[in-house]
């Protein structure tokens, strides 16, 4: 009889959610958790671990210190789409290979910045909290002058899974679109603009892009001075990519009207943040994906990798040029 593979999961979940999503592998993997929450727990666990579910909180970090330590792992899937929170390079050199869920919450992303930009647009969260203080802002409303969502131009910088579909939404409500990406789609609906002329053009900025060395602070102060007056930013990505302190410069000269914010460089920010106290901002605690659907999708993705991987079968969305067939160690 084949020895259990060890299934490793350091995601926040609860136990029974787990091992619920696991049942149907059977007697083909043993689920197994940290003792604790922290390095020392990682650690520990790590050594046993075959195959390891990543923590999408950041809290419980595979970098080169715990692959180290991992001598029996062969595979580490992400159950999100970014891996900000594993040390790709030190995998790949330990020849592991690391897979996410692309694709699984593009639809939920996109409509969340959708939502945004609505919000945005007419003032609503704004207008919601003066209410519940007891104000009746109407006329304060008519002179901040909303806007109708199809006059204005968006500019989507990256055109993956998530910026493509976010692209479908607004030319679906009649706002011209454009993208910026490295590598152009020339069958894309929308329209291909370099950098600088994209952001000269946007009077809604979407971010939605991954988080690397290229893209580390990518859309600074000085590029978001390139963006009409008056316009709108919304970072679905990650906040590297728009530094924070160029972000609030823009917002606090007025050159930028309004942001949404999903992603923050330090999760959760610290309570005196001066974006929390920024009225032209909406705050998200970087649950963009987090619906219903989204989680079915990413929890059938991660089912299926994993009998992938035990079955001796190529598993999907492999990231770090490794042929996607897992090898038992």
């Known amino acids: 009889m ?22 149907p592998l059977g007697d083909a993997v043993e689920v197994s958790f940290p003792a604790s929450r922290d390095r020392a727990g990682l650690l520990a ?21 715990a ?3 991992a ?53 609503l969260a704004w207008a919601d909290r003066a209410v519940r203080a007891g104000d009746w802002p109407q006329m304060e409303m008519l002179v901040r002058g909303g806007r109708e969502l199809h006059t204005q131009r968006v500019g ?26 490295r590598r152009p789609r020339p069958q894309a609906p929308a329209t291909f603009r370099e950098l600088d002329d994209l952001l000269a053009h946007s009077d809604i900025l979407v971010v939605a892009l991954p988080l690397t060395d290229e893209t580390q602070g990518l859309l600074d102060e000085a590029k978001l001075a390139l963006l009409p007056p008056r316009a709108l930013l919304i970072n ?18 007025g050159h930028l009207a309004g942001a949404a914010v999903d992603v923050f460089e330090t999760e959760p920010p610290p ?3 001066p974006l929390r106290a920024h009225e032209s901002v909406l705050l998200s605690p970087h649950a963009a994906w987090a619906t219903t659907h989204a989680q079915i999708n ?6 299926d990798n994993v009998r992938a991987a035990v079955e001796g079968r190529p598993v999907r969305n492999v990231i770090n040029d490794l042929p996607p067939k897992i090898e038992r160690r």
């Open 67 to 69: 692959v180290a330590a």
């Open 71 to 123: 001598p029996r792992l062969s595979f580490v899937q992400l159950p999100q789409v970014g891996s900000d929170n594993v040390d790709v390079e030190a995998l790949t050199l330990a020849n592991i290979r690391v897979a996410n869920t692309a694709g699984v919450n593009a639809r939920a992303v996109a409509e969340w910045a959708l939502g945004a930009a609505f919000t945005l647009c007419r003032g």
């Open 271 to 273: 309570a005196d943040h």
């Open 298 to 303: 990413s929890a059938v993705v991660i089912q």
């Open 156 to 181: 989507i910088v990256g055109y993956g899974a998530i910026g493509s579909e976010a692209a479908r939404l607004f030319s679906a409500l009649g706002c011209p679109v454009s993208y910026w990406t």
């Open 45 to 65: 666990a790590i050594a046993e671990a075959e195959v390891v579910i990543s923590d999408f909180s950041g809290e419980l970090s595979l970098d080169a210190e």
């Open 236 to 253: 679905i990505a990650r906040a590297g990519i728009v530094p924070e302190d160029g972000l609030l410069a823009a917002l606090d000269s």
């Open 2 to 23: 084949t020895t259990p593979w060890n299934v490793l999961a350091l995601a926040p979940l609860g136990e029974d959610i787990v091992r619920g999503l696991f049942a």
